[in-house]
């Protein structure tokens, strides 16, 4: 079992910087993939962000070039450090690892919204 546990969220006008945090904890060996999701409100889970156990990144569309996917490996943690926020960056943002099988492993998410 891994657990997670989100970090970060909050209230930001548009065009700010958050940065969120994911902790992990339990069985954290052999993970496969680091990943962030989002939820706007009235819509399905999106995928954001991924990290390979390699190091390489993804991005969506939506983010590439605003958002940026990060691993401290001394803390645990996988970060997203978002920038240029806008209006439409509002939403719940969960981390998540996978691990051969495939088993995903979630946290309970942490709010982010994005209002002048």
């Known amino acids: 079992q891994v657990q997670l546990v989100e970090s970060g969220g909050g209230l930001v006008q548009p065009g700010e910087s958050l940065r969120l945090s994911c902790l992990a904890s339990g069985n954290t060996g052999s993970i496969l993939t680091r990943n962030w999701y989002r939820q706007r409100p009235g819509e399905e889970r999106e995928w954001v962000a991924t990290?390979?156990?390699?190091?390489?990144?993804k991005y969506s569309d939506s983010v590439q070039g605003r958002f940026t996917i990060s691993r401290n490996i001394r803390k645990n943690t996988h970060d997203l450090q978002m920038n240029s926020l806008k209006p439409e960056d509002t939403a719940v943002y969960y981390c998540?690892?996978?691990?051969?099988?495939?088993?995903?492993?979630w946290g309970q998410g942490t709010q982010v919204t994005v209002a002048s």
């Open positions: 998540n690892v996978r691990k051969a099988g495939p088993r995903d492993y």
């Open positions: 990290m390979y156990s390699n190091g390489i990144t």
